[in-house]
């Protein structure tokens, strides 16, 4: 097939004739600015291939950052040890025993401090933070000592992600699973809670999310936020990104937030600046669905989102609501249906200097390769020989292309790109096909292909009685076409057939609760309530009805003595420790160091479990019903402008998606098969696809400035990324080009999305009872899983 024209030409002839061609260099270049121009070129990408393996560690590798000078990278492990690595030599220089005794999840130099001071946040709740001048010498000359400089255990869950201001070497700032990010400032104290202090009983929140996670943005805020993942803004360091444990990022500004507080009294969370989630993904229930990753690209224009069982998407930063593609919650059901189209979905205006594409220059037969690449595109799709070719043949016109392509080409392929998605059926691909069709309607909205294509993708989504609106926009549009009448035939008969059912359902339900009425009396109600209150999940799998002590009873009872019913919600929590006196200590037949928690709370509405915890602990002057008004009806949130398929990301929840380079052309993701993704940022076209790990690859951390990428997972190494020469170099490039691994790229990512479909049990729960065989033939608690 034909193959796509890399964009910014081929480094190789610069580097040979020391000479700069504007027309090969993805932005304005300046001399000075030279190493950033060409730091992640596409020629040197394509070339990435393992250029070292480091070892050093005896766990799992779950963090990596680089110092500001990129000459030192720090790691951090399930061993409880963070080593520091020297990038030229790539020899570790110290290897720090830092303490902790959970799995260390996060590490970060602290800036100005000449890289002395550095500081890690673990699954035992603590942040330390250690002086590298101060270790004492272990074995080899490293330094290798346990002792602190500073250790905050204000927190009560794990510490998941840290993070530090450029130019600011006193504050550090946290995030845990406990729902609240801390400030702590070394200038006002080395230890937290201080010394004689009760435990958690430190000023130092900056953010309580205790109460903030929200199952759709419609929603009131009603669970913990547990935290994953925070970031602040290279550019802005006043502005915070926080993800958690919904499918919502927040952006808050640190100016507005109110001042730093006690963790003792749960507080009202918030008013953040924005959310960020595709607009598909802002009305799901699901409570598996969460980020696992948050970052600002290198400009701070753009922030990129990884999400467990999902994809990773691409979003503008907000800096007001007419810079982007902003909804309300009210905005998503009108998407759907044969009406104008709305905010969010109308073609963005281009700049002038946007027109030739991904600001490069391209040459006048660019349109004349777009119509040859779209009629490439449109045989793969009718002969059925690669969907995915369509899918990115068209990305790469519409979005590399600019206006330049013109409003008919750009319609013609926005309706080829969404008949793709109809026929591959990835996750969420009918979704994409609705966004594509929407953004035809807006180009031309007599179309008839984009009527019908929104018809069969709203058909597919169940919703028959819109797809049957648009199914007959799209026959009145084109009368003649036989296939667009049947198809309105076909969907009135499914209309009709849902009608009946619902009908037969509804019947069935009057005369099952008239059987169950004469047949159950008051008392027999009461007995069934009664012995459903002991149906616990610990019971069910630990415990017997007899077994149980009055006064454990009395601990889970309700106010009206319930236990368990239609008024009551349940929330488990897993909780697991590694330290070694819970190995030994450990009971027979239980895994060591797991613990099983329930919580029973009233199912309350949203409005009145807000004006409950505000009433017991608000701090703020904003009034319950204004806050209410507020978060349902006038937050907005900010859409996905891309999206990079083709990884798995189920197994661990620190996974990480990053731009590639000083400029971001490329973004990079570890996946659950063992491989690591790489994508062009502005296309979603995928162009390089590395084994990383023989398990999973959690962490891809981009050199500042050198074309060099690391890479973590469930190895206990660290695997280092440089160009190799063109004849060495191997990986694959999904548009035109064969691939050069072992296994078939196309098949390996449909693995991966079919593995990304199953709904399975909670991670938290399915990691404590299973169990893998151990080289000797024993069984162990599967390790290195940070779900």
Known sequence: MKQV?????????????RTIDSQQVPHHYQEQHFMRSVQMHSSLVHRLEMDDVMEGHQGCVNTLAWNAKGSLLLSGSDDTKVNIWDYGSRKLVHDIYTGHSGYIFCTKFMPETGDDLVVSGAGDSEVRVHRVSRLAGGKGGRKSSSDQTAVFRCHSKRVKKLAVEDGNPHVIWSASEDGTLRQHDLREGIACPPHGSPPHDCRNVLLDLRCAAKKALQAPPRHCL????????????????????????????????????????????????????????????????????????????????????????????????EDGVVYRASDVPKRTVLAPIVNGTNVQSKSPGAALGNGYRRGSSWVQECRELFEEAKKALTTGNSYLYAVEASSEIIDAGGTVIGNQLRHDCLCLRASAFLKRKWKNDLHMAIRDCNEARAIDPMSPQAHHHMAEALSSLLKHKEALDFAIRAHQLEPSDV????????????????????????????VKLERKASRNTEADLKLERKASRLRTISNLLFRSESDLSEGYQDTWRGERGDLFNDDMEMEMEIEMSVGEED???????????????????????????????????????????????????????????????????????????????????????????????????????????????????????????????????????????????????????????????????????????????????????????????????????FECTQS
């Open 5 to 17: 024209r890399c964009g910014d030409g081929n480094i190789l002839g610069l580097l040979d004739g």
């Open 226 to 321: 547990e935290l994953k993942t925070c970031a602040l803004s290279p550019t802005r360091p006043n502005h915070l990104l926080i993800g958690g444990s919904d499918a919502f990022a927040r952006l808050y500004d640190r100016r507005m937030l109110p001042h730093l507080s006690s963790a003792q009294q749960p507080s009202k969370p918030p008013p953040c600046v924005c959310y960020f989630c595709p607009a598909h993904l802002s009305d799901k229930s699901r409570s598996s669905l969460h980020l696992t990753h948050v970052t600002f690209s290198p400009s701070g224009e753009e922030v990129l989102l990884s999400y467990s069982g999902e994809h990773v998407y691409l979003m503008d930063a907000f800096t007001g609501q």
């Open 483 to 510: 296939r667009l009448s049947e198809h309105v035939a076909l969907l009135r008969s499914m209309l009709k057939t849902d009608e009946d059912s619902k009908n037969n359902r509804n019947n069935d339900g009057d």
């Open 583 to 781: 190995d030994r200590d450990g009971e027979q037949g239980v895994l060591p160091g797991s613990s099983l928690n329930l919580r029973l709370r009233p199912k309350v509405e949203g409005r009145e479990r807000t004006n409950r915890v505000l009433s017991s602990g608000s701090t703020t002057s904003t009034s319950g019903a204004n806050y209410e008004n507020f978060a349902v009806e006038g937050e907005i949130a900010v859409d996905m402008r891309q999206r990079y398929v083709g990884h798995c990301n189920t197994g661990t929840d620190i996974k990480q998606a990053s731009f590639l380079g000083e400029k971001g052309e490329f973004v990079a993701s570890g996946s659950d098969d063992g491989r690591w993704f790489i994508w062009v940022k502005k296309t979603g076209r995928l162009v390089k696809m590395l084994v990383g790990d023989e398990d999973v690859v959690n962490c891809v951390q981009c050199h500042p400035f050198d074309c060099a990428v690391a890479t973590s997972g469930l190895d206990n190494t660290i695997k280092m990324w440089a160009p190799t020469s063109p004849r060495r170099a191997g990986g694959m490039s999904m548009v035109g080009e064969e691939a050069a691994e072992f296994t078939d790229p196309k098949h390996v990512m449909d693995i991966n999305q079919r593995n990304m479909h199953r709904q399975n049990l909670p991670m938290e729960f399915l990691h404590r009872f299973r169990v893998q065989e151990s080289t000797e033939g024993a069984s162990h608690p």
